[in-house]
């Protein structure tokens, strides 16, 4: 029962310098995952506003200040699809019927990624010079991976929804094209009958 003094006090030192350890590490991993977050959400965004033409790709290069920034958003241009939704409806409207326009939030093109390209790569070329994915530090492959998987996903949700407006434009057409049929053989049995 009778411990000295100096058992009891460095045991609490001990667990306490280890627990304060853990501690700065858990926390350095929940800052990591913050920025990494924080860092995949400004990718996206910017490769959006840049569809919607809210921005010009000189902007949104601009937007990125550090080298590790510059290289991230290098790999991730470069890994999007081009034009990954297909217009399959006229957007224009057509007699009564309303046209059905194609998301272009995420209507990246080939020239686009070029000239987005070409741009870094003649503001600081040795960045972008036999660049992997492996080269970042790991924060910004966090991040890379992250914005891929947001975009795709937002890709993949901004399709569906095109799909179920054209889905109901076509149902439209059907239904109205169905109506004037059935009124075009009322009128011809009418002047049949009469």
Do not use: W
């Not at 411990?3 to 926390?27: G, K, M, R």
């Not at 991993?29 to 910017?46: G, H, I, P, Q």
């Not at 924060?139 to 891929?148: N, P, W």
Request: charged residues 25%; proline residues 4%; aromatic residues 12%.
């Amino acid at each position: 029962m009778n411990t000295p003094a100096e058992n009891i006090i460095e045991e609490p030192v001990e667990n306490f310098t280890e627990a304060a350890a853990s501690d700065s590490l858990e926390s350095q991993e929940e800052a990591d995952s913050k920025v990494s977050s924080e860092f995949a959400l400004k990718l996206v965004n910017a490769v959006k506003s840049l569809n919607n033409d809210e921005i010009t790709h000189y902007e949104m290069v601009n937007l990125f200040n550090t080298a590790e920034e510059l290289r991230c958003l290098f790999l991730f241009i470069r890994s999007l699809p081009y034009n990954p939704i297909v217009k399959i409806y006229p957007e224009a409207p057509f007699l009564f019927f309303k046209g059905i326009s194609v998301p272009q939030s995420f209507d990246l093109s080939e020239e686009m990624v070029r000239d987005i390209e070409t741009f870094m790569k003649g503001q600081n070329s040795e960045y972008y010079s036999d660049l992997r994915l492996h080269d970042l530090e790991q924060t910004f492959i966090d991040a890379y991976e992250s914005a891929i998987r947001i975009y795709n996903d937002m890709v993949e949700k901004t399709r569906d929804s095109y799909h179920t407006n054209v889905k109901l434009a076509k149902t439209q057409v059907f239904e109205i094209s169905a109506v004037f049929v059935c009124l075009f053989i009322l009128v011809l049995t009418l002047i049949g009958i009469g």
